[in-house]
């Protein structure tokens, strides 16, 4: 056992194997690329990694991750717009920036509604989220939650958490997703879309 | 743009999807698997990583990964025992290794011989292979090549360039791998595992 790839590396495919995504035989050949390249991918990667570690932390105001107290979008004032969007977790918030010309802040859950997990409100950082309203005059909260049954569930909480402080509470639009074709479309988005047809 | 993963996570994104079975999505996962679990995750990967980058090097005698001038097999003085088994790179070295029982050494090409990439003799270390006969005195010289053909043309190279210097020289028997299903195999693989019949 000892012969083969020598300790460190050895601990160093296993760290990588943890990944998602990755399992032993690409977190092995992940790691014989960058020993091939070690100063173009390995070392670069191991300074980019280190230096991540040391920075990166929970914005303070949204749960973006963030490099100071406020993450670069909370930080931005042109972002305070009175609009603030919530997000199941971080991965989502990417989504959106790379997706939409969104120009307001966001607000991540960090997760759903779930007892299971014992996940209440208060872990999601509700009573946050209504505690920024007033300070950032927010006047729509735009639910981004994923269409599954949890989102649904958390969604609707929300709304009644946030209905008695008088602001506008928006979801996503469901329907057909882009270049969708309808025959390999589930009924539930059909349908739904059907609901929300809009005249052309 | 700024306002998205920022800068040092962005570029860690950039990072991790240059590895090889990684794209800009499962990198994206993966860097948000870390810094979800930074004491876990991230500032392991990132020590290992380090280190590795810093001690790891070629092997003096064979070409295998190393954390000294030798690697660990042939630092290894019980793994001197007059068989070397060349391999065309470390991954496959690391696949012996994991598979079976050889106490030898090995050789390690860093390659086939292709007129395309200019890989020549010199460049695949076999005058360096040749040199290690005496001193090492090397019985018996494996070919654990790839069944293609660059392995196949390489393997004969190294067997006429081998012939003066009075050494065994064999290779990988061909044949139905372990569980392999006759209707499955290419046609290659059953008339040679035909060809190499052995009484039962």
């Not at 208060?122 to 735009?142: F, K, S, T, W």
Request: aromatic share 2%; hydrophobic share 45%.
């Amino acid at each position: 056992m000892s012969d083969r790839p020598t300790g460190d590396i050895e601990a160093l495919i296993a760290l990588m194997a943890r990944l998602p995504g990755l399992g032993p035989r690409s977190a092995r050949r992940a790691v014989l690329h960058m020993l091939r390249k070690r100063t173009q991918v390995m070392e670069p990667l191991a300074r980019s990694l280190a230096m991540v570690a040391e920075r990166a932390r929970e914005c303070r105001n949204c749960g973006n991750i963030a490099e100071a107290d406020l993450c670069a979008i909370c930080a931005n004032p042109e972002r305070g717009n009175g609009e603030i969007c919530v997000v199941e977790d971080i991965a989502d918030l990417w989504a959106m920036e790379r997706g939409c010309g969104f120009r307001g802040r966001y607000h991540v859950l960090g997760g759903t509604l779930s007892a299971l997990d014992a996940m209440g409100p208060d872990e999601l950082g509700i009573p946050a989220l209504i505690e920024r309203l007033q300070p950032e005059a927010v006047g729509e909260v735009i639910l981004a939650l994923n269409a599954t049954v949890e989102g649904a569930t958390t969604a609707h909480y929300i709304a009644e958490a946030l209905a008695p402080h008088g602001v506008k509470v928006t979801t996503l639009a469901q329907g057909v997703p882009m270049g969708g074709e309808l025959d390999y479309l589930d009924d539930g988005t059909i349908s739904a879309a059907l609901a929300a047809r809009r005249k052309l």
